[in-house]
């Protein structure tokens, strides 16, 4: 079957702008939906909400603040985890903070440059796809997780992450919930604990389209290679527990519980606090930050 194009909603009520913002992404590939009001904002939304992958939203249009589409957004199933991007010059950090509670996680600043509007196109696709592939694979698996009362699981690479991510998803009573927050997290003890790649230098990583290669590069290096991440689950008939630790020097978790205004414009950095605010009851780090434990209540 041949993959269907990825198709974006764009909002902006200037229309050099938005020719601009179409021309770019459709020499890209992309299928362009464009509206210029909050009103034919609407209407997009309902007519293609079952194939949008991302939306990019003007803050201020001629009719309404664009953030009071969100919840509409965010109510319908098929759009409630499509990555939605403002594009503002609204920079205040009360202003981005307001569109971080609403459920837009991107952000691009007026004006901007091609290459930065399509660096953050594709890491909410980036994103985007993640969920849906974790959605796919975790259709594959077994509902037979009910029936275990403790396990531990260890595990060195992202793929080895992934795959034990949406085994354990299944002792969730919603595994579908839990599967993307345990994959953040799991990730992120791989990559940021065991391995030591840094906030800055994944920002960097990820520009040069080299993540990948780095981290074969560190998982073969000595000084990591023995390295390990543990999963351990627990479950009671009050809730499922999830432990994840790492053998790295842990960090400062506190700043990253919340999306900040600061690292609202880059393009990575959303995975725990998207983990605590959409897939768990309850997120605790503890000690240095090498150990997480989240839980996800019964009934």
Not at 134 to 163: H, V
Not at 259 to 270: N, V
Request: hydrophobic fraction near 45%; glycine fraction near 6%.
């Amino acid at each position: 079957m041949t993959e269907r194009p990825v198709q974006i909603l764009v909002t902006e009520d200037e229309e050099i702008l938005r020719d601009i913002l179409v021309e770019t992404l459709s020499a890209q590939g992309y299928v362009v939906h464009a509206a210029t009001t909050g009103a034919e904002t609407q209407q997009l939304i309902e007519a293609h909400a079952a194939t949008l992958d991302a939306i990019l939203l003007d803050r201020l249009l001629p009719d309404m603040d664009s953030l009071a589409l969100m919840p509409q957004i965010k109510a319908i199933p098929a759009l409630a985890h499509v990555p939605v991007i403002i594009q503002t010059s609204l920079t205040a950090a009360e202003d981005v903070a307001a569109g971080l509670n609403a459920g837009a996680y991107y952000y691009l600043t007026k004006p901007f440059p091609p290459d930065t509007l399509l660096s953050i196109i594709r890491a909410a696709l980036r994103d985007r796809h993640g969920y849906l592939e974790l959605q796919d694979r975790l259709k594959l698996n077994e509902d037979s997780f009910q029936y275990l009362e403790r396990g531990e699981f260890r595990f060195r690479t992202p793929d080895e992450a992934r795959k034990i991510a949406i085994l354990a998803a299944y002792a969730a009573p919603d595994p579908s919930r839990v599967v993307l927050g345990l994959t953040e997290l799991m990730l992120n003890a791989v990559e940021h604990g065991n391995l030591t790649i840094s906030y800055d230098e994944k920002s960097r990583l990820l520009a040069a389209d080299a993540l990948a290669p780095e981290i074969e590069r560190r998982l073969a290096d000595p000084r990591f290679a023995e390295r390990s991440v543990r999963l351990f689950l627990e479950q009671t008939p009050a809730c499922v527990a999830f432990t994840i630790r790492d053998e790295g020097m842990g960090f400062e978790w506190q700043s990253y519980l919340e999306i900040s205004p600061e690292r609202a414009f880059d393009t990575h950095g959303r995975g725990i606090a998207m983990s605590r605010l959409l897939s768990f009851d309850q997120m605790e780090y503890r000690g240095r930050g090498n150990e997480v434990v989240c839980t996800v209540k019964r009934g």
